[in-house]
């Protein structure tokens, strides 16, 4: 079956401006998970969504927003870009059950300039 | 709080050599544990998964083995080869509402023939 689907694979910005990301989960699945990596920070979970419904958060500012549609295609937005939010974003999607564990695509690589 | 202590890399071993990653974590109950794995460029890959104490998770040749007693999750593989050459991440998903992973620091793993 077809894996999860991030686009745009790569993206340069400026700073100030706003990004959109897309990813298509795993057909059947229901929960989209965004996360944010970094050289220095790592892997920080950003927020999860299930059914259309935001189930849990972490710890980003409001600059970061997501969404999910009935199709369980997700988006994550970032606006006022920085230059520090320059980072692979993955997104993963799972059944209900984080027992299940996570399929993750392969990423968006974005640049702010 | 939850979080992931990896042993830190990188490690460097040669072809056919015993291969142990540590991992501890801390976290209220059971979370289920996991160990990912990324390849240059590519996002994160399952390797093995782990949802209850003494479970033993296996995939590809790794192990690794749920231990409650000591909250750890060791990633070891019998005989590595240059295609082992990675970054490998412990993780937890607590036991809270919805789905969302804790991510150790990785570890880089390069192999030589």
């Known amino acids: 079956k077809a894996g999860v689907t991030q686009t745009p694979r790569y993206l340069i910005k400026t700073r100030g401006q706003q990004v959109t990301l897309s990813c298509s989960p795993i057909s059947g699945h229901r929960s989209v998970s965004w996360y944010q990596q970094t050289p220095g920070q790592g892997l920080q979970f950003l927020f999860e969504?299930?059914?259309?419904?935001?189930?849990n958060k972490g710890n980003f500012p409001g600059r970061f927003s997501g969404r999910q549609f009935s199709n369980s295609r997700s988006e994550m937005n970032v606006s006022t870009l920085e230059l520090g939010d320059s980072a692979l974003y993955l997104c993963?999607?799972?059944?209900?059950?984080?027992?299940?564990?996570?399929?993750f695509g392969s990423g968006t690589r974005l640049t702010v300039v | 709080g939850n979080s992931v202590t990896q042993m830190e890399g990188p490690v460097t071993l040669s072809e056919e050599a015993f291969l142990t990653i540590n991992c501890t974590y801390t976290a209220t109950g059971y979370p289920s544990l996991f160990w990912y794995v990324q390849y240059p460029g590519e996002g994160l890959q399952l390797l093995l998964k782990a949802t209850k104490a003494d479970d033993k998770g296996s995939n590809k040749g790794f192990e690794a083995t749920y231990r409650k007693e000591t909250t750890s999750f060791h990633l070891e593989k019998g005989s590595v080869q240059v295609s082992d050459s990675a970054v490998y991440f412990c993780?937890?998903?607590?036991?809270?509402?919805?789905?969302?992973?804790?991510f150790g620091a990785g570890t880089i793993l390069r192999v030589k023939s």
């Open positions: 993963a999607s799972s059944s209900f059950s984080q027992a299940d564990g996570y399929t």
């Open positions: 993780a937890l998903s607590p036991m809270e509402y919805g789905n969302k992973l804790v």
């Open positions: 969504y299930f059914s259309e419904t935001q189930r």
